[in-house]
């Protein structure tokens, strides 16, 4: 019998728990991670930010641009320093292969700090930013799914899909208000 | 083959004393970590690359080389994250500089590109195969790639002929003498011809606004900066050298001529470009965004009437490393 050596790796490790649920949203500091890519997210992040201020959130965005070289170490240094003052944060938009990369990347830091974290995709690469947290020891990372193609949509129909995930997305991540709980009903 | 291990190509099966051979001739103790690799972000140590080798049919003394290129490619600078995931059909090229050129028998001349029956072939399956293996980079899993490109089989590894650039070697310039090893992120490679041009700026001009379509990544509305690559015969580089035998001379002309009118853009795309502070005063938008961002060296047969172009992906920083003998 031949003996072969095993050429692949994996980890060790999996946090299959989403971490903590949202609760309640009254006077939390909430980060949204939106990209240079993505109007469509601008558009959705805007109508959910508008619900969330409507419950008593503080929001506030923060916008991924090139993350190597000089630009990319002020990036992270800026989102670590968004998240050190954030209650919860919602990060978004994988809407391709490299975006979702970086999506679940920041998703992971977040969920990381210990604040609850729910990343955000659009349904074509769900498998790949499941594929991505599972890979990256957080499988049970919380993930919410918007339909796709998305970014092809004009305004206002990405606007009412942003308002028609809004309750379940506010579910998904745990969150303890009366518009959740009335829509879960 | 049935473990997901392979390319669908025949491979050497890794037994331990086909690796043990390899770990000798690498000089390095096996459990030595040479980066966490993503998207699996798994360890990839170096009997790992051994083992990927041997499977790739690779021979041990290209240990050294394939260790630097892990390095240089788990840079946080290369985003190997991104790279490993996108729809892009990208893929890492490796451009070896120095004397291990020669030992490796890395091709610089006629077909360097792909095509050479030698040793760069096996060399870069072994870096496809570690990506799969150890990165865990599987289309429709990980990577996303709407295309793929024949580089993802066996890479693009290639060297520069330095004995006949007018210039210092690439690596050189990017501060690393000796035997070193470049990884770019390509996508892809595209040909230029040119059988008019007869003088430098001839030659120069034909690359450079062959460079500049407006489907590169370096144009995405989204991208604030990205790299270039032309790979220059040695035939039109001895015309150039003469004319600009500065490099740093080359670059700025290939730059200032690789741009398109912010015009010629679609309305819809002009105010996302316009907001990364990418259009000049003079209504242009470059292809990247200073003269140092356009890498140039020299390679390719002699027939000269050719250039090759590799636009960059996404803000994938290319990387140098020196590569270091057992």
Known sequence: ?185 | MAQGWGDGLPLIPPTPDRVQDFLIAGGRFPDELIAPLPPLRAECTVEKIAINAVMAGCTGDAMPLLCAAIEAMADPMFDLAGLNATTGSVVPALIVNGPIRNRLDIPYQAGCLGGVAGPAVAIGRAIRLIMRNVAGQVIGATSQSVYGTPGRVAGIVFAEWEERSPWAPLAERRGVLGDAVTAYGAMGTANICDVVANEADGFLDMIAKSMAYPGANGFLPSSAFSEALCVINPIWAEVIGRAYPDITDVQAYLWDKCALSIDSFRPEYRDPIGNLGRIKPDGRVHLVPKPEDMLVMVGGGEGGLHAAMLHSWGTCLTVTRPVVAA
């Open chain 1, 1 to 185: 019998m031949t003996i072969i050596l095993d050429p692949s790796a994996s980890l060790a490790h999996d946090i299959t728990d989403p971490g903590p649920d949202a609760g309640s949203l009254a006077g939390k500091k909430i980060a949204i991670r939106i990209d240079m890519l993505w109007r469509s997210w601008d558009w959705v992040s805007d109508i959910w930010a508008q619900g969330l201020r409507a419950e008593g959130a503080d929001v506030a965005f923060w916008r991924s641009c090139g993350r190597t070289g000089q630009e990319g170490v002020e990036a992270d240094r800026d989102y670590a320093a968004l998240l050190a003052k954030s209650d919860m944060a919602i990060v978004g938009l994988g809407n391709c292969g490299s975006c979702t990369s970086w999506t679940i990347a920041d998703a992971l830091t977040a969920a990381a700090t210990g604040i609850p974290t729910i990343a955000v995709a659009t349904a074509h690469f769900e498998g790949l930013a499941h594929n991505l947290a599972k890979r990256g020891g957080r499988s049970g990372l919380r993930l919410h799914i918007l339909p796709y193609p998305l970014d092809i949509l004009p305004k206002e129909q990405v606007h009412d899909i942003a308002r028609d995930h809004y309750r379940p997305f506010l579910r998904g991540f745990g969150v303890r208000s009366r518009l959740a709980e009335q829509s879960a009903a």
